[in-house]
């Protein structure tokens, strides 16, 4: 069951479990609070998220989150692991019906990876027009390289098959890996390849750039699909080498690519990690709060970054972390470009760091006419919807932002606290459930089926910034379509973006004007039925309107 455990506690924080039972207040990089077995004065109960560990000093008992279930709960090991298995949503039948052979087969995918990032470096070696382009193109030196173990893939499309088959490994093994495409033949092909390595430093997948930019037909990047050992939702790139910089340093630096990280720790700023894009989800949050407070976004200005830090920021609050924006890149796009014009300007500007809030109010600003009615109303909802995602125990916080954006709007702190929220047009929705009943009496339920379109849509518009009018979107989970969004569009541009959202838009309409039809179509039965005939040509004539339309 180790394997178990283990997944377990990467997915339950420590403070949240234990927080379930006794109240927990912070304490520098610690909780703490009153023991739950002793009659202590003052709080002798101590939580180290960073360890995941927990100590009572006036029981003398400690452990992990299993231990701590066990003794509050007076139940056995296993049915603490069942309980909290629960509630990380891991499947114990998984590792209970063949813990072995899982755990064998996890290994096997470890040994595959590892094999073939070693095979990559090699590979780098031995080609001198790729050498050029690591070394002198993109600037990166030999301890860089070295660090994050970069390597190229032969553009044969059969290399690393063939190297692999010959130390024993099939097909099975290389495609549970993420090394095979559709037609079983090397995923990637005359590409960079940069390892993706778990917190501990295994290799879990790779990525890699494509070294002709001519080449139109291709991605620039090409990445690991999903595996046992790769998920995209929780890695974090660059965590295992910068975590000793994050602990000395006590801040975390995220960037929007994996090339970002790169450079930045050849430049010397080691904190520098990447999530996948711009998508930040609550897991990467729990795993930089455990090491520091302190984590400063490196994120385009573009509608995309500003969506990305407005999640952020209501994630962070949870966690009780100081969220930052690093924005000053002296006219580059990003931070390997400022690098490559000089190392020092981003090691100026990640110290140079500003308060989210404070950033996203500017961008609030520069979109908003505030001298116009709509656009005061625009401005103070927004502050006002951002302001409210604080915890409410901030009290000092919330009161620091509400009279910044009071002052700037010019009018009194009591008057923007009693604004309330006016919900956009494009607020997202929740499809509608709603139930007919057959010609037999049957109830049904007709809520239409979610689509890939819907989704992809979505993601378009909330993360990618593309304008959207009249399509009422159905209510998704951000992080999920932010991870959508990353897979499927990040690098696209903005055009490319668009004529995408046109294509789906088309697809959209006809996919509801179809569901439409056979709503409409239940209604005009169940009116027949009941000899309402006037509801009955009611119908009748909204569905010839749909008809015409489409």
């Known amino acids: 069951m180790e394997d178990a455990k283990e997944e377990i506690r990467a997915r339950l924080a420590v403070e949240d479990v234990i927080g379930q039972y006794i109240e927990l207040k912070r304490a520098g990089r610690n909780f703490k609070g009153h023991s739950p077995w002793g009659t202590d004065r003052t709080p002798s109960f101590m939580v180290s998220p960073e360890k995941g560990i927990w100590h009572d000093f006036s029981s003398n008992k400690g452990g992990d989150i299993f231990s701590f279930v066990m003794e509050m709960e007076g139940c056995t090991f296993r049915e603490a692991l069942e309980k909290l298995a629960q509630q990380a949503g891991v499947e114990l039948k998984k590792y209970s019906d063949g813990d072995r052979e899982y755990a064998a087969k996890k290994q096997r995918l470890y040994d595959i990876l590892e094999l073939s990032a070693k095979y990559y470096q090699f590979c780098l070696t031995k080609s001198k027009n790729v050498c050029q382009y690591v070394f002198y193109k993109r600037n990166l030196n030999k301890p860089?390289?070295?660090?994050?173990?970069?390597?190229?893939?032969?553009?044969?499309?059969?290399?690393?098959?063939?190297?692999?088959?010959?130390?024993?490994?099939?097909?099975?093994?290389?495609?549970?890996?993420?090394?095979?495409?559709?037609?079983?033949?090397?995923?990637?092909?005359?590409?960079?390849?940069?390892?993706?390595?778990?917190?501990?430093?295994?290799?879990?997948?790779?990525?890699?750039?494509?070294?002709?930019?001519?080449?139109?037909?291709?991605?620039?990047?090409?990445?690991?699909?999903?595996?046992?050992?790769?998920?995209?939702?929780?890695?974090?790139?660059?965590?295992?080498?910068?975590?000793?910089?994050?602990?000395?340093?006590?801040?975390?630096?995220?960037?929007?690519?994996?090339?970002?990280?790169?450079?930045?720790?050849?430049?010397?700023v080691c904190q520098a990690v990447a999530t996948a894009g711009t998508a930040m989800t609550e897991m990467h949050l729990k795993s930089f709060a455990?090491?520091?407070?302190?984590?400063?976004?490196?994120?385009?200005?573009?509608?995309?970054?500003?969506?990305?830090?407005?999640?952020?920021?209501?994630?962070?609050?949870?966690?009780?972390?100081?969220?930052?924006?690093?924005?000053?890149?002296?006219?580059?796009?990003?931070?390997?470009?400022?690098?490559?014009?000089?190392?020092?300007?981003?090691?100026?500007?990640?110290?140079?760091?500003?308060?989210?809030?404070?950033?996203?109010?500017?961008?609030?600003e520069s979109k908003y006419d505030l001298k116009t009615e709509r656009g005061f109303q625009e401005y103070c909802n927004e502050t006002k919807r951002l302001i409210d995602e604080i915890d409410e125990n901030e009290t000092a916080l919330r009161e620091r932002y509400e009279r910044i954006v009071a002052d700037r709007l010019g009018i009194s702190l009591e008057a923007f606290r009693a604004k309330k929220v006016i919900q956009n047009k494009k607020k997202l929705k929740r499809p509608v459930v709603k139930n007919t009943t057959d010609r037999g009496g049957v109830v049904k339920n007709t809520t239409p089926e979610i689509s890939k379109a819907e989704k992809s849509f979505a993601s378009l518009v909330i993360c990618g910034g593309v304008a959207n009018d009249d399509i009422e979107l159905i209510d998704f989970d951000k992080d999920e379509l932010a991870l959508i969004f990353e897979e499927k569009y990040a690098r696209l541009s903005k055009s490319e973006l668009e004529n995408e959202a046109k294509a789906l838009e088309i697809v959209l309409r006809k996919e509801r004007a179809e569901a439409k039809r056979n709503e409409l179509g239940e209604q005009i039965r169940a009116a027949e039925a009941a000899g309402d005939e006037e509801k009955m040509l009611q119908l009748m004539a909204e569905m010839n309107k749909i008809i015409r339309k489409s």
């Not at 090397?186 to 390892?195: C, N, S, T």
């Not at 000053?328 to 990640?350: F, N, R, S, T």
Request: aromatic share 10%; glycine share 8%.
């Open 290 to 364: 455990r090491m520091t407070k302190d984590i400063r976004l490196a994120y385009d200005g573009d509608e995309a970054g500003v969506r990305a830090a407005e999640r952020a920021i209501s994630m962070a609050s949870k966690f009780g972390i100081y969220l930052s924006i690093v924005d000053d890149y002296h006219g580059c796009k990003d931070a390997d470009e400022l690098i490559q014009k000089d190392p020092e300007l981003w090691q100026k500007a990640v110290r140079q760091y500003r308060p989210a809030m404070e950033w996203l109010f500017e961008k609030y």
């Open 144 to 268: 860089t390289v070295e660090k994050f173990r970069i390597g190229y893939a032969p553009a044969s499309g059969k290399a690393l098959v063939e190297f692999l088959t010959k130390r024993g490994y099939n097909k099975q093994d290389m495609e549970g890996a993420g090394l095979l495409n559709r037609i079983g033949t090397d995923l990637f092909r005359a590409r960079m390849m940069v390892p993706l390595m778990d917190e501990s430093g295994r290799v879990i997948g790779f990525t890699g750039r494509k070294i002709d930019d001519k080449d139109e037909k291709s991605p620039k990047y090409l990445n690991t699909p999903e595996t046992l050992l790769y998920n995209k939702g929780r890695h974090i790139f660059g965590f295992s080498q910068a975590k000793e910089a994050i602990r000395r340093e006590d801040f975390v630096v995220v960037v929007e690519g994996n090339m970002d990280v790169i450079s930045s720790h050849q430049a010397g």
